[in-house]
């Protein structure tokens, strides 16, 4: 006796006990650990690894039928659950609101600024009002301050001012070490 194709864990108990109770009438008396254990070893593929998980965790000799076959309807309408097609509009893709999107990329839903997020201001206004949104050559041109020398424009780690004073350092290095 196996589960036919399609049939859920309620009509395959349902057949089971039919059997039992045939087999009963006949005045063959059948344990009811062995008509457990029938149901446990032959679930769908599916539904095996629970089946497992509830003879390694639950005494079968005190296990009723219907305690297995209710632990068997839980997972097997939780596996029908997995199956529900998305909602319309979804297409399969993962919806996120912004705040989960930020949290999501480390950060927690705020706007950084200072510490070790890039060397820069988030502010997008120049000092004359305006913004800089584009080099000539088509990028777009960082639009706040530079940390080190305060100048609109570039981040920190292209500051010029950083990279003449980091040449100056290696010269009197230089200097020194002879």
Same mark, same amino acid.
């Given at each position: 006796?196996?589960?036919?194709?399609?049939?859920?864990?309620?009509?395959?108990?349902?057949?089971? %006990?039919? !059997? *039992?109770?045939?087999?009963?009438?006949?005045?063959?008396? !059948? /344990? /009811?650990?062995?008509?457990?254990?029938?149901?446990?070893?032959?679930? /769908?593929? =599916?539904?095996?690894? *629970?089946?497992?998980? !509830? %003879?390694? @965790?639950?005494?079968?000799?005190?296990?009723?039928?219907?305690?297995?076959?209710?632990?068997?309807?839980?997972?097997?309408?939780?596996?029908?659950?997995?199956?529900?097609?998305? /909602?319309?509009? #979804?297409? +399969?893709?993962?919806?996120?609101?912004?705040? %989960?999107?930020?949290?999501?990329?480390?950060?927690?839903?705020? &706007?950084? &600024?200072?510490?070790? @997020?890039? +060397?820069?201001?988030?502010? @997008?206004?120049?000092?004359?009002?305006?913004?800089?949104?584009? =080099?000539?050559?088509?990028? =777009?041109?960082?639009?706040?301050?530079?940390?080190?020398?305060?100048?609109?424009?570039?981040?920190?780690?292209?500051?010029?001012?950083?990279?003449?004073?980091?040449?100056? #350092?290696?010269?009197?290095?230089?200097?020194?070490?002879?």
């Amino acid at each position: 006796m196996r589960f036919n194709s399609g049939e859920g864990v309620d009509d395959y108990t349902l057949r089971l %006990q039919n !059997i *039992v109770a045939a087999l009963e009438t006949v005045g063959e008396t !059948i /344990p /009811p650990r062995r008509v457990v254990e029938k149901l446990l070893r032959t679930v /769908p593929k =599916s539904l095996r690894q *629970v089946a497992v998980a !509830i %003879q390694v @965790s639950a005494n079968l000799a005190t296990l009723t039928l219907e305690d297995a076959t209710g632990r068997l309807r839980a997972a097997e309408e939780a596996e029908a659950e997995d199956d529900v097609a998305p /909602p319309p509009g #979804a297409d +399969g893709k993962l919806l996120l609101t912004m705040e %989960q999107w930020e949290r999501a990329r480390g950060g927690d839903g705020r &706007k950084k &600024k200072g510490g070790r @997020s890039g +060397g820069c201001d988030d502010s @997008s206004d120049d000092d004359d009002g305006s913004s800089s949104t584009s =080099s000539g050559r088509g990028r =777009s041109r960082y639009r706040g301050k530079c940390f080190d020398c305060g100048v609109r424009g570039h981040k920190a780690r292209d500051c010029p001012k950083k990279k003449e004073r980091a040449m100056l #350092a290696d010269v009197e290095e230089e200097a020194a070490l002879l």
